[in-house]
């Protein structure tokens, strides 16, 4: 029986269009200046931009080479920690402000609330610092949906596509495999997720559906009614 939901955001419970085309431009455009502003004063983005400095091999004092590097990393939608932090201090600014808004289908938002009140438990599991998770759930266009989350897992336990990262979130969760369903609209993630044993759901929103044998669904609507079959 299931008894935990694991899901992924982009794709999946948020569109990919509003991570490419707000999130990540939001970001290259303020993440410059607000290094500029923050490095000496804020700890955190000072941590950060020693870890660019060392996995890049650019001189901690050139801020403006860290920049560089932070950019070209952005451009080519490099998954490095580092940059998922910094991303998600712009962003979290952002919000606050009200310049963004998180995006949530409306079927996610209603069927992530009747999950959590059957009693399912629910993480999300995201290249996205938890930070940025905790955000875009935090400040969305259906209100704040923190509340019904258990947990939240970014690349710090492994990338995605290594079947790895998926033991070690267990590993944590204490849980058996077989009690966790795995949401995503990527199907590496998907083949990953079931070599360490989880039962998974492949997201389709748009498109062809494809010729699998795995479990595929337009919305979680349809995750729901493979959630009661089981």
């Avoid at 794709?11 to 410059?32: C, K, M, N, Q, R």
């Avoid at 259906?142 to 596509?161: A, L, R």
């Avoid at 590496?188 to 360490?196: K, P, S, T």
């Amino acid at each position: 029986m299931i008894r935990v939901i694991l899901t992924d955001i982009e794709g999946t419970t948020s569109s990919i269009s509003f991570v490419h085309d707000v999130l990540f431009p939001y970001a290259s455009e303020h993440l410059p200046m607000y290094i500029r502003d923050n490095y000496r004063i804020m700890p955190a983005v000072a941590e950060q931009l020693a870890r660019v400095a060392e996995a890049s091999g650019t001189d901690p004092k050139d801020i403006d080479g860290l920049i560089e590097v932070l950019q070209g990393w952005m451009s080519e939608d490099r998954k490095d920690g580092a940059l998922k932090a910094l991303q998600g201090m712009v962003w979290e600014q952002g919000y606050r402000s009200g310049e963004l808004k998180g995006h949530l289908y409306r079927d996610a938002a209603d069927y992530l609330q009747r999950w959590h009140d059957r009693g399912l438990r629910l993480f999300v599991y995201s290249s996205g610092s938890v930070k940025a998770q905790k955000l875009i759930f935090g400040h969305s266009n259906e209100g704040d949906f923190t509340g019904f989350f258990s947990g939240y897992f970014d690349t710090e336990v492994g990338g995605k596509k290594d079947a790895q990262s998926y033991h070690n979130i267990l590993a944590e969760l204490g849980v058996d495999a077989g009690t966790v369903l795995f949401l995503s609209d990527v199907e590496a993630e998907l083949e990953a997720a079931e070599a360490a044993g989880l039962k998974t759901a492949w997201l389709v929103r748009d498109g062809e559906l494809p010729e699998t044998g795995r479990f595929v669904a337009r919305d979680f609507a349809e995750v729901d009614a493979l959630l009661r079959k089981r």
